[in-house]
């Protein structure tokens, strides 16, 4: 492109310094009217217009021209239909002059209309029959193409703020459905996609299945097809790499030669599936369409990701409330249906006490006694398994003195200065040390000495320990003294290391029996 003569120089420094007001516009509106101000001003074109594509893609609409315009057309400039020549400026990207009239009355009788790359076209026209249009055409040239760079500018500021507005609208989606719905929806709204769809693996993991889809989509496809292993999306959604075809029709993987999409955008949705984009002319996207659909589907795969977390996490908190449920059956049934014949035996053996003397009596007393506790130990396992409530710093050394002085037996305690608290719920929390603290008792003895403190030799671990100076834990029953109904104690249960282990993973803590030095020695790690 060359602009010659002094007079064109001059013009050419002048368009180049209005022109940096393009590159300030912050809207589409607003960089039109500059763009019809500096025509006007600066190139002396009074009969100065921007029209711009409509979004239905049917024309070329008005969007900024000076009042010699609207009174030329007595109003609104007319929208430039495929089938007019200006409108082939903008398909072809080839310029016009109008010399002597345009097609319609109120165009100029002399003038040019150039391309605005990807975007309309720029009108500029006079009736003065002594301008050079050759200068004329150059200019409006050069101002038609940084109109089209600040357009772009402005519409990829514009999409890229519209999809972070749109990613809390993805990431409040209930599940993958509702995450698909609303990634077509911004697609469609934000990025102008109106051939677009949400492909998800099918659960047998074959097929991928259009499970969200354009309105437009789907009165140009009817029914939308699944995608099998031999597609071009399978083959984005097995790879994990973007695909862009120019062509549809020469991609090497078309499933359909006469499909009527020309151009279509596929990204990868992770282990989830594909994004589907997609126009009925061919070099529809450019490299920044690619970029900003990439961005999209990173932000979709993300939402996909939180949504599959939280359908897995709802389905855990159905079961958790299953199993609450039974578990309060069973505590109804070891309350009522267990303690109600128990309270009658007793009751029968005072009364048997009452009329004989016999040695069976004390064996029979002491096997009511060991009822009462396995009973009391169920119903404390039944509880441990339900989730804490609310939990709060706990200091230790106060909740474990008040705790041994309700166990009995047990010589002496010992609490170490430094141990600290806890985040725990407090009532939890008594409930373990009190089965720590029994079993210490029923398998030391009553002079048996206990000892607590920090794991403060720990560096990748935090939390505490309970020891006893007991016959200890061989080595190959580490494991298996939290296993419910494990005892060696000749009247134990079985159910208290059991319940200690409950309680620890309610808390999302884990507990191990460790080296004891010469006896038992229980490690509880709150924090990793």
Do not use: K
């Not at 209309?113 to 301008?131: K, S």
């Not at 671990?461 to 296993?483: K, L, N, Q, T």
Request: with cysteine.
């Amino acid at each position: 492109m060359t602009v010659e003569g002094a007079a064109g120089d001059e013009r050419l420094r002048s368009l180049y310094a209005a022109t940096r007001e393009l590159m300030t516009a912050t809207s589409r509106g607003s960089l039109c009217e500059v763009v019809v101000d500096v025509s006007e001003r600066v190139l002396g074109y009074e009969l100065t217009g921007v029209h711009l594509r409509a979004d239905d893609g049917t024309g070329l609409e008005p969007v900024a021209y000076p009042e010699a315009v609207r009174r030329r057309f007595d109003g609104e400039p007319p929208t430039y239909t495929p089938d007019n020549r200006v409108y082939d400026v903008f398909a072809e990207e080839d310029p016009l002059r109008l010399n002597g009239g345009g097609e319609r009355p109120g165009d100029p009788r002399r003038g040019v209309v150039v391309p605005i790359p990807g975007h309309g076209v720029l009108i500029a026209g006079t009736e003065d029959p002594g301008r050079a249009d050759e200068v004329a055409l150059d200019l409006v040239e050069l101002l038609g193409e940084n109109a089209g760079v600040a357009l772009d500018r402005i519409d990829r500021e514009s999409r890229l703020n519209g999809l972070h507005g749109a990613a809390r609208e993805l990431m409040e989606a209930r599940d993958t459905a509702g995450v698909a719905a609303a990634a077509t929806n911004t697609a469609h709204e934000v990025l102008g996609l109106r051939l677009n769809a949400v492909y998800l693996r099918s659960t047998d993991g074959d097929r991928l299945v259009p499970v969200s889809v354009t309105s437009e989509a789907r009165e140009l496809f009817g029914d939308v097809p699944e995608l099998g292993t031999d597609s071009v999306g399978w083959h984005v959604y097995e790879t994990g790499e973007p695909t862009y075809h120019a062509d549809v029709r020469r991609a090497d993987r078309v499933a359909n030669p006469e499909t009527p999409v020309r151009s279509e955008l596929a990204m990868p949705l992770g282990d989830h599936g594909v994004f589907l984009a997609g126009s009925l002319r061919p070099d529809r996207f450019d490299d920044a369409d690619v970029a900003l659909a990439r961005v999209f589907a990173d932000n979709v795969e993300a939402a996909l990701d939180r949504a599959e977390r939280e359908a897995v996490l709802r389905q855990r908190e159905r079961e958790l409330a299953r199993q609450n449920e039974r578990l309060d059956d069973f505590a109804s049934v070891v309350s009522h249906d267990l303690r109600n014949p128990l309270n009658v035996a007793r009751g029968r053996l005072e009364l048997l006490t009452d009329d004989c003397d016999s040695p069976h009596i004390d064996h029979m007393e002491t096997a009511h006694e060991r009822m009462e506790t396995l009973i009391d130990d169920l119903l404390a396992l039944a509880r441990t398994g339900e989730s804490v409530g609310e939990v709060e710093p706990v200091p230790l050394a106060s909740t474990v003195e008040s705790v041994w002085n309700t166990v009995d037996g047990g010589d002496e305690l010992s609490v170490a200065a430094d141990v600290g608290s806890v985040e725990a719920d407090p009532s939890r929390l008594r409930e373990l040390f009190e089965n720590l603290f029994r079993n210490a008792v029923d398998h030391a003895g009553d002079d048996v000495h206990v000892t607590v403190g920090r794991l403060d030799d720990r560096e990748d671990a935090a939390g505490f320990y309970v020891a006893d100076d007991g016959p200890g834990i061989p080595s190959g029953d580490r494991e298996a003294v939290f296993d419910r109904g494990h005892t060696t104690a000749e009247d134990g249960t079985g159910f208290g290391l059991a319940i200690v282990s409950e309680i620890a993973r309610a808390h999302d803590w884990s507990v191990r029996a460790a080296e004891g030095g010469d006896g038992a020695r229980f490690e509880v790690v709150t924090d990793r």
